[in-house]
């Protein structure tokens, strides 16, 4: 069934709350108003307010009373309302959530979910198109994960509230009223989705094309852009930022020779240089060309009437092709 | 800049010349505190302090921040306490530690460079230490979050009902993410009780930079009850803490105590204190010392049946011994991790780029122990 991603998240959300009673939700206006984006729309009317909890403003609140309820046994959703405010809670997530398993040396592990939406393109006001994910994969002992359709949005966030590791869990806001097709039917065990791997979106010989979220519709337009003029590139959405399937890039590199690597984030300490410096460790002397970048610029979010440009986008995304095929 | 912070008087009911206010001992609703117990409590906790200082001069351990002066505060919290509550200290709770049953070898590690945590958190609910100020607030709102959901309040069960007991001292409480707890537990009235140790310096910042206004009376802003008690008056604080977390497990939600203590000792070993506090301050209150005030009822004849005699202090001396003997080779035989541990304990599911990073690390470690040999 063709679905937004949005749903498709408060499908899976309502799947996992079923599936498991010690599932709960918590985070700002996600009651009766559903979330700022409708994400837990009619969660809190049929869960109840126990379980589905519109928390006082402060987010370093929702991640601390979160790694609490774990502590406690409880496997908690924490819904950041914007990427950017994710920030007052950080504290939370990198002294203690991401550290707590090592400093109990394996004895507690907090099952923590922390969604947040994230990116820009939706024409926001400061604040609210931010790209944080480097900071989280920077940070050892988190994962984080972003799908970029609804059949990843809604299995991939079962697998991260089942996972006892806590998991940044991105959400692509731009995409979260984009339809795709969804098949619930197999919330138990016949999709594994694995969110450590990378998915191969579109196979291709002579260019792998990376990114994830929102961008990976853009990647995939310029595939179709390009095999017009008979190239065939390879399409990955890495899935996961941490840990990082430098193995199904690597391969596909080795097919293709060349490699360009798109990302919303800033371009210094992201995850594209992180992918960069893994594959020429790997398969340097199968690189026909530089590996390069297509990213946020090293600058604060712009005015979002900027925006168009800043981010990457087809054109710029065919721009850093060419530029790899002139080698 | 005007004293406000310590204007009001805490209750109290044992003074610090040892004399004891029998009708305000066993305030309603409460159990009395077992005077003898308190004192080899505090007398304990006291020697693990000062042989950890010991242990850290001989550069057995990198750092020890000492509980001098608080064992009062501590015994008496942790003295209110059952077996099924729960505890978020701060990283001074040595005697806190003690009371609830955690084996004072285990708090060494973490300052010995063995561990950063040191004991099982779920083995007896005592949490790890917490040394980012007031992040444990808000683990232990979460906590308490999961005790009404599990039905585990006000049942009237004895053995059921639990409470979060959680500890801060006067610099937390300028935290945000001490305030948003306060908020938290407020607006839910959760089973938590915030135990702030106002032991009057924040490394070198006095409590008057951190508040204008005594700290119990901040808890009037968020709509729960404030209660300063003598935090060297171990009885009153056993009472005002027995008082506060019986309210918390029986669904009257959250209390703030301000406990009036000091810290005699440095922040920590590494600290110089006479570069910012005058000794003569020092010296006001171990004049109010915990064990001397309590150690001269239970010498008086005040204390009738629970009067100590010399033989009594004699085993206590023996039992002081025996512990300092006991920590410090426990100390010496603290086992060194593994170098492959931080690798096995950073997630749950090992994943393949951190499995990598190991035997690259492991690979390096043999060939560096080959060299040495």
């Known amino acids: ?327 | 800049m005007s004293d406000t912070a310590v204007a009001t008087t805490p209750w109290s009911v044992l003074n610090a010349d040892g004399e004891l206010r029998h009708d305000r001992r066993v305030p309603d609703g409460t159990a009395a505190l077992r005077l003898r117990e308190a004192l080899r409590n505090m007398v304990l906790a006291r020697r693990i302090d000062t042989e950890a200082i010991a242990l850290q001069r001989q550069g057995e351990l990198g750092l020890w921040p000492s509980l001098l002066g608080q064992e009062g505060a501590q015994v008496g919290a942790g003295s209110a306490l059952r077996p099924q509550d729960v505890v978020f200290p701060t990283y001074r709770e040595h005697a806190v530690a003690w009371c609830f049953g955690v084996d004072p070898v285990q708090l060494l590690g973490l300052f010995r460079g063995t561990t950063m945590g040191g004991w099982d958190p779920r083995e007896r609910n005592f949490n790890l230490y917490t040394l980012v100020i007031a992040a444990q607030t808000l683990h232990a709102v979460g906590y308490a979050m999961g005790i009404v959901r599990d039905g585990d309040v006000g049942t009237g069960i004895p053995e059921r009902d639990r409470a979060v007991l959680v500890f801060l001292g006067d610099g937390a409480l300028s935290q945000g993410e001490a305030n948003e707890a306060l908020v938290w537990a407020a607006a839910q009235q959760l089973p938590v009780v915030f135990f702030c140790q106002n032991n009057q310096w924040a490394i070198s910042t006095p409590v008057q930079t951190q508040s204008r206004v005594p700290i119990f009376q901040r808890a009037t802003g968020f709509g729960i009850e404030g209660v300063q008690v003598d935090g060297n008056d171990v009885v009153a604080t056993h009472a005002v803490v027995e008082q506060a977390l019986t309210k918390a497990r029986a669904g009257g939600g959250p209390t703030l105590i301000e406990a009036v203590t000091y810290r005699r000792n440095p922040h920590t070993t590494s600290d110089d204190d006479l570069r910012y506090r005058d000794r003569a301050e020092n010296e006001l209150w171990e004049s109010r010392d915990p064990i001397d005030r309590l150690r001269v009822y239970l010498r008086s004849d005040e204390a009738g049946e629970e009067r100590i005699d010399d033989e009594f202090l004699a085993a206590l001396s023996q039992e002081e011994e025996d512990l300092a003997q006991r920590l410090r080779t426990g100390c010496r035989a603290l086992p060194v991790p593994d170098p492959a541990d931080p690798f096995v304990y950073t997630l749950e599911r090992m994943t393949r780029e951190l499995d990598e990073q190991r035997e690259a690390h492991l690979a390096f470690v043999a060939a560096e122990e080959g060299n040495a040999q």
């Open chain 1, 1 to 327: 069934m063709s679905t937004a991603l949005a749903h498709a998240l408060n499908r899976g959300l309502r799947d996992a709350m079923e599936a498991d009673e010690k599932v709960m939700l918590i985070g700002e206006d996600i009651g009766q108003l559903g979330g700022v984006f409708r994400v837990t729309e009619g969660l809190q009317q049929d869960f109840g307010d126990l379980r589905v909890v519109s928390s006082p403003l402060g987010e370093a609140g929702i991640v601390g009373a979160a790694i609490g309820l774990a502590m406690a046994g409880y496997r908690p959703v924490c819904e950041i309302q914007f990427d950017g405010f994710t920030f007052p809670a950080m504290n939370q997530i990198v002294t203690q959530l991401a550290k707590y398993r090592h400093r109990s040396e394996g004895k507690v592990s907090l099952p923590v979910v922390i969604r947040i939406p994230v990116g820009g393109g939706i024409g926001a006001i400061e604040h609210h198109s931010e790209s944080p994910e480097a900071y989280f994969a920077h940070t050892a002992g988190l994962r984080v994960v972003c799908p970029s359709n609804s059949q990843e949005a809604y299995d991939m966030l079962g697998e991260a509230i089942r996972s006892n590791d806590p998991v940044i869990f991105l959400e692509p806001k731009r995409s979260y009223w984009a339809k795709s097709e969804l098949r619930t039917e197999s919330s138990s065990a016949a999709i594994t989705a694995d969110f450590e791997r990378a998915r191969i979106v579109r196979p291709g010989t002579d260019l792998t094309l990376v990114t994830y979220g929102a961008l990976v519709p853009a990647a995939q337009q310029v595939a179709r852009t390009l095999e017009e003029e008979d190239r065939q590139i390879e399409v990955i959405d890495l899935r996961s930022l941490s840990p990082l399937d430098d193995k199904t890039v690597v391969d596909s590199v080795r097919r293709t020779g060349r490699l360009v690597v798109a990302h919303e984030a800033s371009q210094s300490g992201g995850i594209a240089g992180e992918l960069a410096a893994r594959v020429q460790e790997q398969a340097f002397y199968d690189l026909e060309a530089p590996i390069l970048r297509v990213t946020g610029y090293d600058t604060p979010y712009p005015a979002s009437r900027l925006e168009h440009d800043w981010l990457p986008n087809v054109d710029r995304m065919l721009d850093a092709c060419d530029r790899s095929f002139e080698h």
